[in-house]
């Protein structure tokens, strides 16, 4: 194993929009964003992944990245690029190879093309649903048995890239986790994959349960 200080070293790397796009093409690096999720839906580098501080980021990270040795290019807010890569490193993940200096913004202001998700909220998602709307749910199996929406299937985060079949390329579709954060990982996962046409409910379960959407009876209070 490196040393933290080798793993800091390597991957404090500041870089250009040359130096980053070069890199991401030389060594296939995965494109990691790891602001919080309300920054990333508004605009990111096309094919990254979005993994947010915010959360339970390196669980999320082990369970998700299934390469250790993958090397990797950070978007961070700024001055969270050395808390990043620690967090990285302590569940194993040692090949960061620099951020992009000036994060998302730089990028932006480069005028070259950006992405997006849209979001809407569990009371749009309310009047789309008496119309037919597709929906996933990505929560893990335990929270999704104890309720969830009437008719909805559950396909947890952890293994979405095992069912990327089931999910609709030809008409849109709309996806939720408990509370807006791991359904943004996963849109992006999806995006990442040629799905343009998901949607990301805001505030997840937590908000669905303040509409008139028709539910399953809770097993237990979580």
């Not at 990333?40 to 998700?64: C, H, R, Y």
């Not at 048995?145 to 947890?156: K, L, Q, S, Y």
Request: include cysteine.
């Amino acid at each position: 194993y490196e040393s933290i200080d080798t793993i800091l070293e390597k991957g404090t790397k500041s870089l250009n929009i040359e130096q980053f796009v070069e890199k991401t093409e030389k060594y296939e690096a995965l494109i990691l964003d790891v602001r919080h999720q309300s920054q990333f839906i508004e605009g990111f580098i096309p094919n990254s992944m979005f993994i947010g501080l915010n959360g339970t980021f390196a669980p999320w990270v082990g369970a998700l990245i299934k390469d250790i040795h993958q090397p990797i290019i950070l978007i961070t807010p700024e001055g969270k690029e050395e808390e990043t890569i620690t967090r990285l490193a302590r569940v194993g993940f040692d090949n960061v190879i620099g951020y992009l200096e000036g994060g998302f913004e730089t990028w932006k202001k480069s005028n070259k093309s950006i992405a997006s998700i849209t979001s809407i909220s569990a009371e749009v998602l309310e009047e789309n649903i008496k119309h037919g709307a597709i929906v996933f749910d990505v929560r893990k199996p335990g929270e999704y048995d104890n309720e969830h929406i009437e008719n909805v299937t559950n396909t947890p985060l952890d293994y979405l890239e095992e069912h990327l079949n089931e999910f609709p390329k030809d008409t849109s579709f709309f996806i939720h986790c408990a509370g807006g954060y791991r359904s943004v990982i996963a849109a992006s996962i999806l995006k990442m994959n040629g799905f343009d046409n998901v949607i990301d409910v805001a505030g997840g379960f937590s908000a669905i349960r303040n509409t008139n959407i028709k539910r399953t009876e809770p097993t237990c209070s979580l």
